[in-house]
């Protein structure tokens, strides 16, 4: 199973009910839909994958935390870290929300929280929540107990609102990396039946819209997967096409906001590359593979330091590779000669990029898809390279899978007696991994003596 993408929040936060008087005079917060049936203020930053709204919010922040305001503090450093979460990886504001919900937790039993103060508990608790469940093994327990936290402080003081369909969206991202794709999908039909009550009926004038209809689409992908897995391809196309129907729904809305250039346009596309890639439609998922692509390289190439946005280019460079790996399969099955296979040369390039800014995030972060990175480049490496250059880049990723994770003792020994133990891989950019002329490659290979 290849992973696609969901979206565990948003960052827009509904005025239907102002409980925060605070957040409508933060600093370049402007409103969609004036006039309209729904408003609501946001930061530019945040759906365009940049970090320009992060230090107002943290200014505000640290301002609450000077004068003693525990509330306003939690409010802000929420708002904050939920951009954490996507620009700086999980552990960021699990480590920076910890302290805050525990002084909420502690001023409440001193001096009862106002009804603002409990949302912004349960507006950190979703935070984190959500963050445990980005993880690349998401902690179920933890993610699940936060959430659920979340959504009682909420349901009881918001009722059917925008930020309970968030948390509520959230907890079907958490059982859907569980693998319950049947609980994921009923929290987020009941996320999306919330925005169509918030709307009045008019769900698809939600800023947040396109993420619950992508989920859904999300969830319809997997059903295709278990009936993938039971061999009945007919039954899971319906799924499939089903899953694609949701995806075209969410490029449409996200459009039809304004938002042409928000980093998700290319999540829909990705995920609808996905879907045609199970129904083994290789030339239209090549496509809009590399339309994701391109459209995250330019993303990135103006946020370089949102490693939420790396990991992103990281999965679409695998992706690409994985479409010509199967075209190369089937132009060899249709008699060619390995050598003479042009996409099998184009997978490995685009293998080649996904490892090297998957070594760049580090272990901690690796995509989602690093165990299917891993085992579609070995295999490409041994047909087309040899045992030889498969061998090494076997101990190429256990280098790394050893010296990211917790080392056993005993290396650490050596290392503490001055033994050496090998250099984490390097890539150049560049680079064409894999030639037998390339003495990036040693670097690369290097392994733990």
Known sequence: MHYLEIQSGCKLDDQSKPLFPQSLALPGRQVFYEGGQVTGPYFPGEVFGDQETLCPVAGLAKQARLRGDVEDWGLYMAWAQDQNVDLMGFQVPIDNLTPVIQELKLKDKTEP???NGRLALA???????RAFAAMPDPDFPQGLELLEAAKKIQEKLLGEDTLTARTINSLGSLYFKKGDISKSLENHLLAWKI??????????QHFDSPMHIMNIGACYYSKGNEW??????????????ESIAYYDRALRIQRSLGLQKSVYIARYIRNKSLSLYEMKEYDEALK??????????????????????KGDVARSFYQVGMCYHRRGEEAQKAGASVDIIDDYKEAEKNYHQALKLTLELGYDRRILDYEDLKEDYIELTRLIRGDKHKSNLD????NFEV?????PEFLRQQEAAGQEIGKLPSLDPGAHFGSDENEEEKDLLKVYE
């Open 195 to 204: 925005i169509g009550i918030v709307t009045k009926g008019k769900p698809e």
């Open 288 to 309: 809009f593979a590399l339309q994701a692509l391109n459209m995250r390289k330019n993303t990135f190439d103006r946020n370089q330091e949102n490693i939420g946005l």
């Open 123 to 129: 507006q950190c608790m979703y935070v984190k929540g």
């Open 395 to 398: 101990r190429a990723f256990v």
């Open 228 to 241: 993938m897995d039971k061999d009945k391809p007919k039954e899971a196309e319906t799924y499939y096409r």
């Open 403 to 407: 010296r990211l994770l917790d080392v």
């Open 113 to 115: 929280l106002s009804d």
